[in-house]
């Protein structure tokens, strides 16, 4: 079940001996797609880096040994092509500093980025981060700077959403990026939360 705010979210557990660890989001990833495409239920992992398990709280190197948390994934389409998974986050692109940018977040975290400090990767929803087009470059690199820390918001060519699904729609055709891995081009992108889709050791 999602989580609400003010619930507790998993509970103490350590990654058994025969349970796969992971380092990285793209990993998960991976893990994720080779079950979607099967039609089987995504098997526990254990995770013990990048973004997603940073924003559980884990992540830390070692074996996780801390909790058992339930996460949602994502399900994405680009343009009308076939569906593909994702854990972590999307960043759809031409440019970093100019042009259309959009980040779908399912995590707090982008590498060194707080991106979306209110994202929480159980709660049924994603975070969608939308630049304005005419978001001039050293206002980017400006708010990049802020965004360190989670203080890049509010900002008046930014907007933040939280939803449980999206569709965003691009002038020109933009580079998608899934969990640190280039998917494609579109300019139509479709995202839809499938809550509770598996859980993680952290």
């Known amino acids: 079940m999602t989580v609400h705010k003010g619930e507790p979210w998993g509970h103490p557990a350590v990654c058994p001996d025969d349970v796969r660890v992971v380092t990285k989001d793209r990993e998960i990833r991976e893990w994720i797609v080779w079950h979607r495409t099967r039609s089987q239920p995504i098997r ?8 997603l ?4 709280g884990g992540g830390g190197g070692g074996r996780p040994c801390s909790a058992l948390v339930t996460v949602d994934a994502m399900r994405l389409s680009l343009d009308d092509g076939e569906p593909t998974w994702g854990a972590a986050h999307v960043v759809a692109r031409r440019e970093w500093l100019r042009g259309e940018l959009a980040m779908v977040m399912n995590a707090q ?3 060194a980025y707080d991106i ?3 994202s929480h990767p159980n709660d049924g929803k994603v975070d969608v981060l939308r630049v304005d087009a005419e978001m001039g470059w050293r206002e980017r690199l400006q708010a990049r ?14 907007t933040m959403r939280s939803v449980g699904d ?4 691009f002038d020109q055709p933009v580079v998608v990026w899934i969990d640190g891995v280039r998917q494609g081009t579109a300019r139509r992108l479709q995202v839809v939360v499938e ?3 598996y859980a993680i050791y952290v």
Not at 44 to 51: E, I, K, S, Y
Not at 166 to 169: D, S, T
């Open 166 to 169: 999206c569709e965003l729609q």
């Open 44 to 51: 526990d992992l254990g995770v013990a880096g990048g973004d």
């Open 109 to 111: 975290f982008y590498g």
């Open 145 to 158: 700077q802020r965004a360190r820390t989670g203080s890049h918001l509010p900002h008046g060519h930014l």
């Open 195 to 197: 809550p509770d889709a």
């Open 116 to 118: 979306a400090p209110r």
């Open 53 to 56: 398990a940073r924003s559980c």
